[in-house]
């Protein structure tokens, strides 16, 4: 018997030996493997979330769209996985940034904002790219004015010509979706080239463009632009008659008038579904991140033109942007006949009912 547990015990001793290099060489590879595997689940499980909730702002690929910032950056890539975390959970104060995580208002569990997290950091942007493409969700292509060489060759014979391209450049980037590209005006905003507008004192229409207008559709812009950007373009408001003087030529705005037709609703049901279900929901019957817009007491109440203001120059305070520069008016418009096709058969939904 002692001889057994002699031999028992040498074999034991050459089994340790033996197993624990190999474990030792084969664990790390064994470990990478499982972390290779948890990147590769968190990615694939994103991939469509994203493509649903996220690419209409960042866009399909990444890349950011308007003010709304590019994730596939290095710089993105390298912040703490933390601070990635908090953003996408609690969303980002005075911007579109929404807070996703439902203990927040938003629609995602902590585990799927990990994954977002993984996500972000780790993805092949070009396949998710591809897979917006696939799924029929990649976000229209920002309108923009655009401001020729011509226009600013005008201004530049103009005094102070410098600081009415610059101006105008920012009109063109932030104002012209509403007011016109020629600062007439258009159905969802008023002119800006206008006599009243220019008796009233400097600083007052400074504070209305910083501030915005309660009530209206007029954002506070004091936000997002810097000083120097809104007084250059208050500047250009009190002399936009020395624009018109010096040949400025602006161009033509185009107005769409398109009734409502089977092609414009479903245009619009497709739109729909790319811009804005992430946050409307399913059928537009509400989320936690916004309310029903098909909705009997909603749709009853709000004529077409209404709901195009909303659409196109969104709603202050909210998370509800402006889509004004980044869709047609026929998109708009498409948008305004899918929801009212739904007014018929639209559910009543309440509103809720805030606390005190």
Same mark, same amino acid.
């Given at each position: ?8 015990? %040498?074999?034991?001793?050459?089994? /340790? ?5 190999? =474990?030792?060489?084969?664990?790390? *590879? ?8 948890? =990147? ?6 994103? @991939?469509?979330? =994203? ?20 994730? +596939?950056?290095?710089? !993105? ?9 908090? !953003? ?7 911007? &579109? ?90 159905? /969802? ?9 220019? @008796? ?23 936000? $997002? ?35 409502? *037709? ?11 579904? %790319? ?13 936690? $991140?916004?309310?029903?817009?098909? +909705?009997?007491?909603? &749709? ?7 709901? =195009? ?10 998370? $509800? ?20 096709? +739904? ?14």
């Amino acid at each position: 018997m002692p001889q057994l547990m002699k031999w028992i015990g %040498i074999l034991a001793t050459l089994v /340790i030996i033996i197993i624990v290099p190999i =474990y030792s060489w084969t664990e790390p *590879s064994r470990q990478d493997k499982l972390l290779d595997n948890y =990147y590769t689940d968190a990615v694939l499980a994103s @991939t469509d979330l =994203y493509a649903t909730n996220c690419a209409v702002c960042h866009g399909a690929a990444g890349e950011g769209i308007g003010d709304t910032p590019a994730l +596939n950056t290095e710089a !993105v890539h390298v912040i703490s996985a933390t601070d990635l975390f908090k !953003v996408i959970s609690r969303g980002r104060s005075n911007s &579109l940034m929404a807070a996703w995580a439902d203990e927040e208002g938003g629609i995602f569990s902590n585990s799927q904002v990990d994954d977002f997290v993984t996500f972000i950091q780790q993805v092949n942007w070009e396949y998710v790219e591809a897979r917006v493409d696939e799924l029929g969700l990649t976000p229209p292509q920002v309108i923009e004015m655009e401001v020729s060489e011509g226009m600013l060759a005008a201004l530049s014979t103009l005094p102070e010509g410098d600081t009415l391209s610059s101006g105008l450049l920012v009109y063109a980037d932030h104002c012209a979706a509403c007011h016109g590209t020629n600062g007439a005006g258009t159905i /969802i905003a008023p002119a800006i080239d206008s006599a009243d507008l220019r @008796t009233r004192p400097r600083e007052e229409i400074v504070d209305l463009v910083m501030n915005g207008v309660p009530g209206t559709l007029m954002t506070n812009w004091g936000n $997002m632009l810097p000083p120097d950007e809104i007084s250059s373009v208050v500047d250009l408001i009190f002399r936009w008659p020395e624009l018109l003087q010096a040949d400025v030529e602006f161009p033509e705005p185009k107005l769409m008038e398109i009734p409502a *037709s089977p092609e414009l609703i479903t245009q619009g049901e497709r739109l729909f579904n %790319i811009a804005c279900k992430s946050c409307h929901g399913i059928g537009g019957y509400g989320s936690p $991140m916004a309310p029903a817009v098909v +909705n009997q007491i909603f &749709l009853s109440e709000t004529p077409d033109a209404a709901i =195009y203001q909303i659409i196109a120059g969104g709603v202050t305070g909210t998370l $509800m942007p402006a889509w004004g520069s980044r869709l047609t008016d026929q998109e708009i418009q498409s948008l305004v006949a899918f929801l009212r096709s +739904n007014e018929s058969s639209a559910p009543v939904i309440l509103p809720p009912i805030l606390g005190d």
